[in-house]
T-cell receptor
Framework: AQSVTQLGSHVSVSEGALVLLRCNYS??????LFWYVQYPNQGLQLLLK??????LVKGINGFEAEFKKSETSFHLTKPSAHMSDAAEYFC?????????????FGAGTRLFVKA | SQTIHQWPATLVQPVGSPLSLECTVE??????LYWYRQAAGRGLQLLFY??????ISSEVPQNLSASRPQDRQFILSSKKLLLSDSGFYLC??????????FGSGTRLTVV
């Protein structure tokens, strides 16, 4: 069975500081991994995805994530936070054999960016 | 690219009233479609998914139902709303392995 754990329901950083949002997953088959961002009262937007190609994945808005199989992690990072990055971020794991049917979302991490 | 259209953006309905939320897809044929509910401060709960016309799978027992009358149309319904049905409803479309494209959501408040 698949599962995903996001460490920290809230993360606060200063503008210009490193953003690190943690995600650990569990999957019995090679996973597809995703990060989504949600701004208030909007749907989720795909930031980046890992589908067994390069382990370092670059996404939109300067975000990237590294797939580490040995650590079963897929942490999201951005070198320098911007005020516009304040949002909720969701990590998700999908069974590569079944696609979205088996997608499990984490509980989300709300990112606060201080001026 | 795929675009998900969802309406209305907000809805206030009395307890016991019916519900119909519509989702349409643009830019893709034969997508997998999903209805999620997001309660305040919580993650996403999968309600229904569909792999094709007339094919609906339910993930949780509830008083909601879903239908897919056309390839690019996915409808969430209820005959009688409960207070507990309040939440943020999201429709999503998916191509296997590509991740989801979400609609902008409907905030439903049952009063």
């Amino acid at each position: 069975a698949q599962s995903v754990t996001q460490l920290g329901s809230h993360v606060s950083v200063s503008e210009g500081a490193l953003v690190l949002l943690r995600c650990n997953y569990s999957s019995s088959v090679p996973p597809y991994l995703f990060w989504y961002v949600q701004y208030p009262n909007q749907g989720l937007q795909l930031l980046l995805k890992y589908t067994s190609a390069a382990t370092l994945v670059k996404g939109i808005n300067g975000f990237e994530a590294e797939f580490k199989k040995s650590e079963t992690s897929f942490h999201l990072t951005k070198p320098s936070a911007h005020m516009s990055d304040a949002a909720e971020y969701f990590c998700a794991v999908s069974d590569s054999n079944f696609g979205g049917f088996k997608t499990i979302f984490g509980a989300g991490t709300r990112l606060f960016v201080k001026a | 690219s795929q675009t998900i259209h969802q309406w209305p953006a907000t809805l206030v309905q009395p307890v016991g009233s019916p519900l119909s939320l519509e989702c349409t897809v643009e830019g893709t044929s034969n997508p997998n479609l999903y209805w999620y509910r997001q309660a305040a401060g919580r993650g996403l709960q999968l309600l229904f998914y569909s792999v094709g016309i007339g094919q609906i799978s339910s993930e949780v027992p509830q008083n909601l139902s879903a239908s897919r009358p056309q390839d690019r149309q996915f409808i969430l319904s209820s005959k009688k709303l409960l207070l507990s049905d309040s939440g943020f409803y999201l429709c999503a479309g998916e191509r296997t392995g590509s991740g989801y494209t979400f609609g902008s959501g409907t905030r439903l408040t049952v009063v």
